[in-house]
């Protein structure tokens, strides 16, 4: 297939490299910087204009504020192509609005595609389905939901990583302010999380958490701070409040984007 990829960075760049080896791939970017970034790493780079007309399939992957300015310059060349957007917010029906394109996808990746271990959200249908699938099983697992899922997915899956690295990140503090030396509590909050998630993968989180827990000891200690202090509700908020978050954006960009951009 060939494969426009607008906007190399963490995961557009990611995806690129993945992909390179079985495809014909084109990346883009905005900066000079970036791209000869993506040049050392043997990506072919081009113009917007030349990778969207070029293409069969158009993999839009900018941030979401940044979409505005591909839909002015380009909205011209997208009729005949294959749009899959990792764009947080922006639904399919927005999509295929502004664009036009003759079939149009979601796909919701994290972090972990820089390590080909994403977990992929998709959505969407058409006869290039089974192609979105492949082209996102090369960077991970790939799951196809309903697009009314797409918020929850994002706040939980695609913000998870930054989220969870916070929770290490505090997890190392306590241990500093216990009086471990930094970089051996970074190192034991690290393995912790690791061995934690090995064992979740044979156990429900709530039976782990009693096996641990040693009547009138320390982690029962632990544990009585984070109720009192309602840090498993603040969890459960954050990720809630990230998923309206992301329905927001797409209402936010429908109205920025000016009477006069193109639409099809
Ligand atoms: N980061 C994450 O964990 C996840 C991100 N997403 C979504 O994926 C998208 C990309 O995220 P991420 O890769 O982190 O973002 P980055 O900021 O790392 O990458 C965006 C890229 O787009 C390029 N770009 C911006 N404007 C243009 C333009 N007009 N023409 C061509 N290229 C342009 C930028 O170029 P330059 O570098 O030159 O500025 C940059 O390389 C976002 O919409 C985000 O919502 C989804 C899931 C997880
Ligand atoms: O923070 C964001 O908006 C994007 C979507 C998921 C992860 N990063």
Not at 66 to 92: H, W, Y
Not at 121 to 144: D, N, P, R, Y
Request: aromatic letters at 4%.
């Amino acid at each position: 297939m060939k494969i426009a990829i607008i906007g190399g960075g963490n995961i557009g760049s990611s995806l690129a490299l993945a992909l390179r080896d079985k495809h014909e791939v084109k990346v883009t970017s905005k900066s000079e910087k970036t791209a000869s970034l993506l040049r050392e790493k043997g990506l072919t780079v081009s113009s917007n204009r030349n990778a969207i007309s070029w293409a069969e399939v158009v993999i839009i992957s900018v941030k979401p504020f940044q979409f505005p300015d591909i839909l002015r310059e380009n909205s011209d060349l997208f009729n005949d192509k294959v749009i899959v957007s990792t764009m947080a917010g922006l639904t399919r029906k927005f999509l295929m609005k502004s664009t036009g394109g003759k079939e149009v996808f979601r796909a919701m990746p994290n972090l972990g595609i820089t390590i080909r271990r994403s977990l992929t959200a998709l959505a969407g249908c058409g006869g290039h389905a089974k192609s979105v699938e492949e082209i996102f099983s090369a960077v991970g697992k790939t799951f196809w939901i309903d697009e009314r899922s797409f918020d929850a997915w994002t706040a939980l899956a695609g913000s998870g990583p930054g989220i969870v690295a916070e929770l290490v990140d505090s997890l190392m503090l306590g241990g500093v302010k216990s009086g471990l030396p930094a970089s051996l509590s970074l190192t034991a909050a690290i393995e912790v999380m690791e061995t934690t998630v090995e064992l979740l993968k044979n156990e429900k989180p709530h039976t782990l958490r009693d096996k641990v827990s040693t009547p009138g000891g320390t982690t029962i200690q632990a544990i009585s701070v984070l109720e009192e202090r309602g840090v498993g509700g603040a969890i459960m908020r954050a990720i809630y409040e990230a998923s309206i978050r992301s329905k927001e954006i797409s209402r936010e960009l429908e109205c920025s984007i000016s009477e006069d951009t193109p639409r099809k």
